[in-house]
C-alpha cells in the first residue's frame, strides 16, 4: 500500500479501535492510539504474512510485547483479513477470544503476552530459530517506554547482539507516559539510544506517526549487519484525539457517548458512523 | 539423626548424568532437538553434548527469564527445546516466564531442573528447591515429572522430546540404580505411576530420589512381615487417580515421600484426592517441613528429617498402630 494510502488507512484504524473500545466498555485507548501507525506500516508494508501464510515456517513475525494495546493489534489485524470486523463487537466479552491481551486463540497473534518484559525474550528466540534453520524471516516486537525497567528486556537485549540477530527488530513505542505519570519521573530510561548501542544494537530514532519515516525505517531492517535493530519511535499518548493526547487519564480511559462522538468527528468520521 | 555419604554402588548413576546421556543419543538423531543453558551446561553434564552438537546448544549466560523466553520462542519455531538451569533458580526467578511463555502460550518446551530438592543441601536455601511442584502444579497445561532412577529418567526426556506438549523434568545429582525393580523399565508413560514393589498392607509412594530409601524401608518392614506396594509416583501431574483409587480401595495405611515442601506436592496431591473421593485410611506426608531447613550433604538433610530406611520404616509402623 502507498503511504499515502496508508495515512488515510490510521485514520481508519484509530476511529475503528475507539469504536470497540467504546462498545466493550474497557480497553487501553491511549496505547492503543500512539502505536497504531507502527502497526498500520508494519502489517500494510512490511511484513510478509497473511491470513493463508500464516502457519508458513518462513513467515515473518510479530509479538506484541506490550500486549495491553492489543485493540490496536485486532483492528490491523481484522483489516488485514484474519477474521471478520464483527469478531470485534464481542472485545471482552463472556467466552471471547477477543480479550484484553493478545492469545493465540486469534488468528494472526503469534504469542500470548500480556504480561510486561515478555516479548523481547521471545523474538530473539524466534529470531534465533530462524538463524539456526537458515531461514530467511524477520521478527518485529513491539515494546512500550513504560516496561523497559522489566529485567528481562536487558537480558534479553544481551542475548540478541551476542547471537548477533540482524533479523531482529525491537520497536519501542515511546510516548512517554505510563499509568502512574511520565515515564521519566516513574524510572527514567533515557538516554535509551545510548543504552541500546552499549548492548550492541544498531539504534534509528524517528517520528512514531510519521508514516514516511516509518516506512522507510521498518523497511531498511537491519540497519547494521550483524546487529539486532531497535527502532525508538516517538509518539504521542492518545494521538489523533486533541483531549486523549498527552493525558494519562486516557491510559485506560473509555470515552462516554459524548466524547466518542467528539473524538470519532475529530478523527474525520461522518455521524452515521459513531453508532 | 545423621545418615553419612556412602559410595555409590557399582552402576548407579546420577539421574543428571542419564539425561545428558540419553539427549546426545536423541539429538544424533535429530537435529531439531535444541539445549538453553544458563551458564548450566557444567551442571547439566552437557559439556560433552555441547561439544559434539555446537549447533545445538544456546547459551544465554546467567538470565533464567530470559532462559525460559529464548526456549518459548525457540520452540514455537519448532525446534524441541531443552531448557536446562538449577530447579531453585528455574522455577522460582523465571516462573512468570514458565507461565505465560510456556504453558499459557502452550510453547512446547521441556523446563529441566537440574540439581533439584536439597541436591545443593550445603548451600543454603537459596539453592534448595522445595516450592517447585507446589508452584507449577497449579499451572495449567505443564506436566510435571521427577523420575526416580536411570530407566525412569532415559524414558522420561526421551517421551518428553517427542511428546509436543510443555514438560517440567526434575533431577538430582545423587548417583541411582538403573533400575529399582532390578529389570528393565516397560510401558513407562507421563501419567501412570510405577510400580516398584507390590504388597499387601499399605502403600508408599514417593517420587524422584526418595523412591529408593522408600524401597529399602519396605524391604525392612518386610523382613517384619509387613508387605507394602511401593510406586514411584514419577509424573505429579497429571496425577495417576486410577492407580490412586486402587491403592485406596480397602482403606489400608498410605505414606507418601517426597524431596519437597509437605506443602504442595505429591503427599497434597494424594491427599485431595483421598478426601473428595470419601477414601479415609491412615495417611501421612513425609517431605520436608516448614521450617528453615538444616544444612549438609542431602543424605544428611534426609536424615535429618526421616527420609531414609529407618525413618521412612518407623514412620510406617505408626500408621499401622
Known sequence: ?275 | MSVQPMAAPEGWTPNQDVFARTLMALAEQDDRITVVTSDSRGSGKLVPYGHAYPKQIVEVGIAEQNLVGVAAGLASCGRKVFAVSPACFLTARSLEQIKNDVAYSDNPVTLVGISAGVSYGPLGSTHHSLHDLAALRAIHNLTIVVPADNAETAAAVQAAAGCGYPVYLRFGKKPMPASLTGSPITGFAFGKGRIIREGYDGSIIANGETVLPALQAAEALAAEGISLTVVSLHTVKPLDTELIDRLSSHGRPMLTVEEHSVHGGIGEAVAGWLMQHRRHLPFRIMGLPDEYTVTGSQSEIFGHYGISREGISGAFRELLT
Not at chain 1, 69 to 77: G, H, P
Open chain 1, 1 to 275: 500500500m502507498h503511504p499515502d494510502k496508508l495515512i488515510e488507512r490510521s485514520a481508519h484504524y484509530r476511529r475503528h479501535l475507539l469504536s470497540i473500545i467504546h462498545h466493550a466498555g474497557a480497553g487501553h485507548t491511549g496505547g492503543s492510539l500512539s502505536c497504531i501507525d507502527i502497526l498500520n506500516v508494519l502489517y500494510n508494508r512490511v511484513l510478509s504474512v497473511s491470513p493463508d501464510t500464516f502457519t508458513s515456517g518462513d513467515r515473518d513475525r510479530y509479538i506484541q510485547s506490550k500486549g495491553h494495546c492489543v485493540e490496536a493489534l485486532y483492528v490491523v489485524l481484522a483489516d488485514r483479513g484474519f477474521f471478520p470486523a464483527e469478531d470485534l463487537d464481542t472485545l471482552c466479552r463472556y467466552g471471547s477470544h477477543y480479550i484484553g491481551h493478545p492469545t493465540r486463540k486469534v488468528h494472526g497473534v503469534e504469542q500470548n503476552t500480556g504480561a510486561l518484559g515478555h516479548g523481547l525474550p521471545m523474538s530473539v528466540g524466534t529470531a534465533l530459530a530462524g538463524k539456526l534453520d537458515g531461514r530467511d524471516y524477520r521478527v518485529f516486537t513491539l515494546l512500550g517506554d513504560g516496561e523497559l525497567p522489566e529485567g528481562s528486556n536487558w537480558e534479553a537485549a544481551l542475548t540478541a547482539s551476542h547471537y548477533r540477530l540482524d533479523n531482529l527488530c525491537a520497536i519501542i513505542d515511546l510516548n512517554g507516559l505510563q499509568i502512574t505519570g511520565p515515564t521519566r519521573d516513574v524510572c527514567d530510561t533515557q538516554p535509551l539510544a545510548d543504552k541500546f548501542r552499549s548492548f550492541g544494537w544498531a539504534v534509528r530514532e524517528i517520528d512514531g506517526h510519521d508514516i514516511h519515516a516509518l516506512t522507510e525505517t521498518l523497511e531498511a531492517i537491519p540497519f547494521e549487519t550483524g546487529k539486532p535493530s531497535v527502532v525508538i519511535a516517538h509518539t504521542i499518548k492518545g494521538k489523533g484525539v486533541s483531549f486523549m493526547e498527552n493525558n494519562i487519564k486516557w491510559h485506560h480511559g473509555v470515552p462516554d457517548a459524548e466524547q466518542y462522538a467528539l473524538a470519532m468527528e475529530e478523527l474525520g468520521a461522518d455521524k452515521s458512523m459513531t453508532r
